[in-house]
């Protein structure tokens, strides 16, 4: 399993940015994804979820109607499209895949949002 994240960098408040998570080594299509992110003293957490169909999707509350998870079997990848950036959603995002009992981690990507 390898999972590569990437799209991230420096934008200003208000600004967007899409993350993208390129995954290979397993079959992509049966299986739901999530991003988390992990901020400087601050535990790792879950910021979306996308069921394996991309039919089904959650998001955490800091998140919600700025944020859109989504997925292109076809190209295995999930992406995480993020508009009106705040200075608090600077941190490492990483998607991750559970599979059998295991979780996977790609290496991050870093998003830091300030003027």
């Known amino acids: 399993v390898q999972l590569v994240e990437s799209g991230g960098g420096l934008v200003q408040p208000g600004g967007s940015l899409t993350l993208s998570c390129a995954a290979s080594g397993f079959t992509f299509s049966t299986y739901p994804m999530s991003w988390y992110r992990q901020a400087p003293g601050k535990e790792r957490e879950l910021v979306a979820y996308i069921s394996s169909g991309g039919g089904s999707t959650n998001y955490a509350d800091s998140v919600k109607g700025r944020f859109t998870i989504s997925r292109v079997n076809a190209k295995n990848t999930v992406y995480l499209q993020m508009n009106s950036l705040k200075p608090e959603d600077t941190a490492v995002y990483y998607c991750?895949?559970?599979?059998?009992?295991?979780?996977?981690w790609g290496q991050g990507t870093q998003v830091t949002v300030s003027s």
């Open positions: 991750k895949l559970s599979r059998m009992g295991h979780d996977y």
